[in-house]
């Protein structure tokens, strides 16, 4: 079945990067979009961007612009979601979520990945 | 890009019906027919409930509707269980290939 796989929590200093990864399993990764999406603690769920798995194609939310950058492995059926230039505001929980064909929703959905912020 | 708006809250009694409402614009939800809606339970990922305004994934129940009209797309619960507490988010493809989520409706079951 389609599974999305993220990498583990981090913890950042303000000004630093994190570089989350999702690795996808049970489709062709190819052929479909990934998107990212962010949720603070107690907050509605912030869309980030997405790639196109084949094309390497990026659109980015302009909230995010010049410090958000997503990439793919194809080999590895990767994605790669790296955000600088990090505060405290950036502390959240960092998912990625397969597009279904047709702009048909976001389906499934990795388990998440928490970053926090902090001196 | 600001939010869509949803109640902030809606509660019902086991095996009533309640509505929750998302408010857009005509460049969003009145725009498109890409609206979705997802449930998260408590510490989980979201889930997709309903796509393309009115389309229920394989796997989830038919007491989920979706509906739109003009620029406010509704998700309906029929027959409401204690398993369908959680919260409800709408999200609507918006200009340029981007995306936006609504405020969030927590459903509560009495």
């Known amino acids: 079945q389609v599974q999305l796989v993220q990498s583990g929590a981090e913890v950042k200093k303000p000004g630093a990067s994190v570089k989350v990864s999702c690795e996808a399993s049970?489709?062709?990764?190819?052929?479909?979009?990934m998107q990212w999406v962010r949720q603070a603690p107690g907050q509605r769920p912030e869309w980030m961007g997405w790639?196109?798995?084949?094309?390497?194609?990026?659109q980015y939310s302009q909230s995010f612009q010049g410090r958000l950058t997503i990439t793919r492995d194809t080999a590895a059926r990767i994605a790669y979601m790296e955000l600088g230039s990090l505060t405290s505001e950036d502390t959240a929980l960092y998912y990625c979520?397969?597009?279904?064909?047709?702009?048909?929703?976001?389906?499934?959905w990795g388990q998440g990945t928490l970053v926090t912020v902090s001196s | 890009q600001s939010a869509l708006t949803q109640p902030a809250s809606v509660s019902g009694s086991p095996g009533q019906s309640i509505t929750i409402s998302c408010t857009g614009t005509?460049?969003?939800?009145?725009?498109?027919?890409?609206v979705s809606w997802y449930q998260q339970q408590p510490h989980k990922a979201p889930k997709l409930m309903i796509y393309?305004?009115?389309n229920r994934p394989s796997g989830v129940s038919s007491r989920f509707s979706g509906s739109k009209s003009g620029n406010t797309a509704s998700l309906t619960i029929s027959g409401l269980q204690a398993e369908d507490e959680a919260d409800y988010y709408c999200?609507?493809?918006?200009?340029?290939?981007?995306?936006?989520f609504g405020t969030g409706t927590k459903v509560t079951v009495l």
């Open positions: 049970g489709y062709t990764f190819t052929s479909y979009v």
């Open positions: 999200s609507s493809h918006i200009p340029s290939s981007t995306y936006v």
């Open positions: 005509s460049s969003d939800v009145g725009a498109y027919k890409y």
């Open positions: 393309h305004v009115s």
């Open positions: 979520a397969r597009e279904k064909a047709g702009d048909a929703g976001f389906d499934p």
């Open positions: 790639i196109f798995g084949d094309s390497g194609n990026t």
